[in-house]
């Protein structure tokens, strides 16, 4: 008779340790799957700002800015046909 209580209580602290490893085992799992949720968000965001800057330099790098910058803020000036000097004309060609 002993022995079948010691069986019951033994059946009953294995069931409890189990349900119990059951419970944290599912708290680790969400606490794993809202930490991937925060770095999938963090990486959506690096995402969209890296495709504003890229589109932010293609606005930067356009001949017709750098040809303004240039000629406004650098005082350059596009040479007149006369004073264009071509030199080995057939060197760019190789």
Excluded: C, Y
């Excluded at 340790?17 to 690096?46: I, K, N, T, W």
């Excluded at 890229?54 to 017709?64: C, L, R, V, Y």
């Excluded at 803020?73 to 060197?91: F, K, N, T, Y």
């Amino acid at each position: 008779m002993v022995w079948r209580g010691l069986a019951i209580v033994a059946l009953s602290v294995g069931a409890f340790a189990s349900a119990l490893g059951v419970v944290v085992a599912r708290h680790e799992a969400r606490q794993v799957f809202v930490d991937q949720q925060a770095v999938m968000a963090e990486r959506d965001r690096l995402n969209r700002q890296w495709a504003q800057l890229q589109i932010e330099q293609s606005t930067w790098a356009t001949p017709g800015r750098i040809e303004r910058h240039a000629r406004d803020e650098l005082g350059m000036l596009q040479p007149d046909a006369e004073r264009l000097v071509v030199i080995g004309g057939d060197a760019w060609g190789r």
